[in-house]
Structures are given as structure tokens and as C-alpha cells.
């Protein structure tokens, strides 16, 4: 069975990918990768390089030797890209690097709704009864921009309560988004500052419906990757992996990310379905 590691993307993405692991099984062994809490990135201010090692010792912890296949969503995909170059210095090989929806460029990495937007979403929550969850949103949003040490650090005790309506996990999330976000962004400069494109096999696992009209096809991946393959999946960069588009990418994960062999027991409907 072939192994891939898998990183989430800003917001954990559990439920989600936790069926992408169950779909592609048992061609694909897929090992989550797991990112540091919230808390432990604010107080121990971590960097991008402490990340990034941080992600490599599992890696070298499971997978000691041979080659590495590594794949992420959104953040994780680019952080992946990240790791496949440590893991390069460090002397191993990368078989296959995934990227799912992940971006390269710094206007497809921000996704800040408008005002706008946020009435939408507000009044969308009302309907579907999850106040709960754009009320913490807010507050977190609030937080942050504050930069309240104090205040923070209160939240993040907070998880030490059982508190109604999930009020916890709705306040972590986006913290834990924002400040993702800023690492993912000094990735990007970084990247954008070095020149050498990374020489391995890697799949760019693109959403059709992106939500900057001006997204290049390839997401501004080509500047750093040698060879890149792009498949086109339905949905946008939050519902391809949703379950009504999970059967699809499931299909095309298999066929990218599988060595020959095991790829090649994927139905030609699904390659069909991948190559549409």
C-alpha cells in the first residue's frame, strides 16, 4: 500500500479529510500530519522554520527511510511544498508532492469577505440556525485584531471548560486561521524570493470555481516546480472537498498519487471522471 502524508489546510479541516483518507483506502495509506495548536503558535511565537521541522520529524519518525509522497489542502498543500524542499536538503527523496487547492500567490491566499459577504454569511447562519459559530467568528476576529495577549490567552484556557454550543471550537478555529494565514503568507514572500524551482513529480489539484476571477490556471505554481500536472476538480476552494465532490477526488487522488501499479486498478470510468 502506498503511503502519502497529508497536512490540513488553515482551519484543520478534520471531518473532511478524514474522509478522503476513508475514500482512497485501501489503495492509499494517507497519515495525517499533525500542525501545532493555536496556543502553542502564539506562545511560543513559532516560525516558519520551526513549522516546517517540526512537520519533517514525523515524517522521519513514521517513514525513517525511501522516498515520500506528501500532500496538503489549501495551507497544508503549500506548506507540503515547504516540507518536499526540507526533505530534499535533509537527503530523501520526494515520489509525489499533492497540492489541493493550495495557493502560490499572495491574492489567493487572502480571502477576507467584504462587508458584503459577511451580511451574506451572517444571515445565512441565521437561517440554517449556527449564529453560534459567525457570533465567535467576530469576537475572534475583534481579538486578534487587538493583539490582547491577555485576552488570548484567556480564550485558549477556555478549552479546559465544556462550554454549550460548541463555543470553544468556534472561537478556536478562526484564531487558529489567522494565524496560519500569517505563515502561509511569509511562505509565499519566501518563495517568491527564490529563484530555484523544485524538481519533483507534482499535481495541482485545482477547484474550477475559484473566487479570484483573475486566478491563473495553475495557481502561480509553474515559477516553482519544475513539472507540474493540473487536474480540474468540481466545486469551489471550500466545497471540493465537501461530500458531495468527495467521490471525485477521491478518484483523482488515487490516480495522482498512487504508485503505477495501484493506479493503474482505478477504473477507466474514474480516470474518465479525474480527466473531465
Given at each position: 500500500m502506498t503511503t502519502v502524508f497529508l497536512l490540513p489546510g488553515l482551519g484543520g479541516d478534520e471531518r473532511e479529510l478524514a474522509a478522503l483518507r476513508a475514500g482512497c483506502a485501501p489503495t492509499l495509506r494517507c497519515l495525517p500530519i499533525e500542525l501545532p495548536d493555536w496556543t502553542e503558535l502564539y506562545t511560543r511565537a513559532l516560525t516558519l522554520d520551526q513549522l516546517i521541522e517540526h512537520c519533517r520529524l514525523q515524517i522521519e519518525?513514521?517513514?525513517?527511510t525511501?522516498?515520500?509522497r506528501l500532500a496538503g489542502y489549501s495551507f497544508g498543500g503549500t506548506i507540503a511544498y515547504a516540507l518536499a524542499a526540507a526533505l530534499i536538503r535533509s537527503g530523501r527523496?520526494?515520489?509525489?508532492?499533492?497540492?489541493?487547492?493550495?495557493?502560490?500567490e499572495p491574492h489567493v491566499a487572502t480571502t477576507s469577505p467584504s462587508l458584503a459577504g459577511r451580511w451574506?454569511?451572517?444571515?445565512?447562519?441565521v437561517r440554517d440556525r449556527d449564529v453560534t459559530r459567525e457570533v465567535c467568528g467576530t469576537m475572534a476576529g475583534l481579538v486578534m485584531r487587538t493583539n490582547n495577549a491577555r485576552l488570548l490567552l484567556s480564550i485558549g484556557r477556555l478549552r479546559r471548560f465544556h462550554l454549550p454550543f460548541n463555543i470553544v471550537h468556534h472561537l478556536n478555529k478562526p484564531i487558529t486561521c489567522r494565524l496560519?494565514?500569517?505563515?502561509l503568507l511569509d511562505l509565499i514572500d519566501r518563495m517568491h524570493a527564490d529563484q530555484a524551482p523544485l524538481?519533483?513529480?507534482?499535481?495541482?489539484?485545482r477547484s474550477t470555481r475559484q473566487h479570484a476571477i483573475d486566478a491563473a490556471p495553475d495557481l502561480g505554481w509553474n515559477k516553482h516546480?519544475?513539472?507540474?500536472?493540473?487536474?480540474?476538480l468540481p466545486g469551489d476552494h471550500h466545497t471540493v472537498i465537501?461530500?458531495?465532490?468527495?467521490?471525485?477526488?477521491?478518484?483523482?487522488?488515487?490516480?495522482?498519487?498512487a504508485d503505477d501499479e495501484a493506479a493503474s486498478k482505478v477504473t477507466d470510468r474514474a480516470i474518465r471522471a479525474v480527466s473531465a
Amino acid at each position: 500500500m502506498t503511503t502519502v502524508f497529508l497536512l490540513p489546510g488553515l482551519g484543520g479541516d478534520e471531518r473532511e479529510l478524514a474522509a478522503l483518507r476513508a475514500g482512497c483506502a485501501p489503495t492509499l495509506r494517507c497519515l495525517p500530519i499533525e500542525l501545532p495548536d493555536w496556543t502553542e503558535l502564539y506562545t511560543r511565537a513559532l516560525t516558519l522554520d520551526q513549522l516546517i521541522e517540526h512537520c519533517r520529524l514525523q515524517i522521519e519518525t513514521l517513514a525513517p527511510t525511501g522516498g515520500v509522497r506528501l500532500a496538503g489542502y489549501s495551507f497544508g498543500g503549500t506548506i507540503a511544498y515547504a516540507l518536499a524542499a526540507a526533505l530534499i536538503r535533509s537527503g530523501r527523496r520526494i515520489d509525489r508532492l499533492g497540492m489541493l487547492d493550495a495557493p502560490a500567490e499572495p491574492h489567493v491566499a487572502t480571502t477576507s469577505p467584504s462587508l458584503a459577504g459577511r451580511w451574506r454569511r451572517f444571515a445565512t447562519a441565521v437561517r440554517d440556525r449556527d449564529v453560534t459559530r459567525e457570533v465567535c467568528g467576530t469576537m475572534a476576529g475583534l481579538v486578534m485584531r487587538t493583539n490582547n495577549a491577555r485576552l488570548l490567552l484567556s480564550i485558549g484556557r477556555l478549552r479546559r471548560f465544556h462550554l454549550p454550543f460548541n463555543i470553544v471550537h468556534h472561537l478556536n478555529k478562526p484564531i487558529t486561521c489567522r494565524l496560519r494565514e500569517k505563515l502561509l503568507l511569509d511562505l509565499i514572500d519566501r518563495m517568491h524570493a527564490d529563484q530555484a524551482p523544485l524538481d519533483v513529480p507534482a499535481v495541482l489539484f485545482r477547484s474550477t470555481r475559484q473566487h479570484a476571477i483573475d486566478a491563473a490556471p495553475d495557481l502561480g505554481w509553474n515559477k516553482h516546480i519544475r513539472s507540474l500536472q493540473i487536474i480540474d476538480l468540481p466545486g469551489d476552494h471550500h466545497t471540493v472537498i465537501k461530500p458531495d465532490n468527495i467521490a471525485t477526488l477521491c478518484q483523482a487522488f488515487v490516480w495522482a498519487m498512487a504508485d503505477d501499479e495501484a493506479a493503474s486498478k482505478v477504473t477507466d470510468r474514474a480516470i474518465r471522471a479525474v480527466s473531465a
